[in-house]
């Protein structure tokens, strides 16, 4: 009976990078969630960010940004974002306004196109237009390309303008269907990847150039120790010796300084002490070496196909 009146369903946020797809979770999720950043490919895996409500459920999929892979990694990232969009009840296809609409999101357009789900065309960072009369000719664009697209909301992530709107055409376009997850989950993931995403987006703010992409990050131990202190020991790996300094920092300033504002954010996402202990290794190529990368994002081919709703079951 009870199913008569839920609504749920897996929601993919796909885009090319960079556009705000994390952001925009985090602000329909109400609460920060996933990793953001300034700089493109900050999102490496595909997360589940569950919202549960009185009578809906939605289960949001963040995912990679979509471009021309480069690397090893880069190849498993298209290939994690192009598999989310598989078996799942509604798509929001994610633009960046200040940008316009170019190759890069056309080709998106095309993928997004091939999968013949229920789009939402979400046309994010409006804040930043000085004039909005661009709007309806980006929409126009996307829509020559995707048949699938069932509305076209501008929006901003950052002030929350048309959020609300946004999910109540994200729940209008929703299923009738079953509470997938448990009302008290929030992400579908182990606590050692959530540290080590909350440690990576540090790195990510506060280095440059190639050092955050260089970047990767392992919780090789988490345990609580008897006086209630969560004691976890990370490795970030970097791909040069030369790297090294740059994390460690003058005086080991740089590694303090990521390793005391990651211990803020898990401290108070766990709501207990932390102990952090970092360290800074060299994995060379890491980011074409299949063991590690299996190691650092627990990429692999099956983790990779796995369909979105066949994977909570
Ligand atoms: N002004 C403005 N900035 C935004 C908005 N949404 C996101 N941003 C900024 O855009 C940048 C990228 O945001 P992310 O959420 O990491 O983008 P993403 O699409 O998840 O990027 P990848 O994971 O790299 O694919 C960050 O600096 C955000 O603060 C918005 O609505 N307005
Ligand atoms: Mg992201």
Not at 105 to 123: G, H, K, M, W, Y
Request: glycine share 6%; aromatic share 6%; with cysteine.
């Amino acid at each position: 009976m009870e199913e008569n009146i839920f609504k749920s369903g897996f929601v993919t946020v796909a885009g090319k990078p960079n556009v705000g797809k994390s952001t925009l979770i985090n602000a329909l999720m109400g609460q920060k969630v996933v990793i953001v950043s300034e700089k493109p490919q900050t999102t490496r895996n595909r997360i589940n960010c569950v919202l549960t409500e009185d009578n809906y459920q939605i289960v949001f999929v963040d995912t990679p940004g979509i471009h021309k892979p480069l690397r090893k990694i880069g190849e498993y990232m298209y290939n994690i974002a192009v598999h989310a969009l598989e078996g799942v009840d509604l798509i929001l296809f994610v633009t960046d306004a200040t940008e316009g609409i170019r190759k890069s999101d056309l080709r998106v357009a095309e993928v997004i196109n091939a999968s013949n789900i229920p789009t939402i065309l979400v046309v994010n960072k409006i804040d930043k237009l000085r004039d909005r009369s661009y709007i309806q000719n980006m929409i126009n664009q996307i829509e020559d390309v995707c048949n699938n697209i069932v509305e076209s909301i501008p929006v901003s992530a950052v002030t929350g303008e048309n959020l609300s709107e946004l999910k109540l055409a994200i729940i209008g376009h929703l299923p009738y269907g079953p509470q997938y997850y448990p009302e008290d989950i929030i992400i579908d993931k182990p606590s050692r990847f959530i540290i080590s995403e909350i440690i990576r987006e540090k790195v990510f703010n506060l280095t440059r150039e190639e050092i955050p992409h260089s970047t990767g990050v392992v919780v090789e131990e988490l345990k609580e120790r008897e006086n209630g202190v969560l004691y976890v020991r990370a490795e970030i790996y970097v791909e040069r010796e030369s790297q090294k300094p740059i994390i460690i920092g003058k005086n080991g300033n740089m590694i303090k300084k990521i390793g005391e504002l990651a211990r803020k954010d898990i401290e108070e996402l766990f709501e207990t002490k932390v102990y952090l202990d970092l360290y800074v290794k060299v994995r060379e190529k890491w980011r074409d070496n299949e063991n590690i990368l299996n190691k650092v994002m627990g990429y692999n081919e099956e983790a990779i196909r796995k369909v979105n709703k066949k994977a909570t079951r």
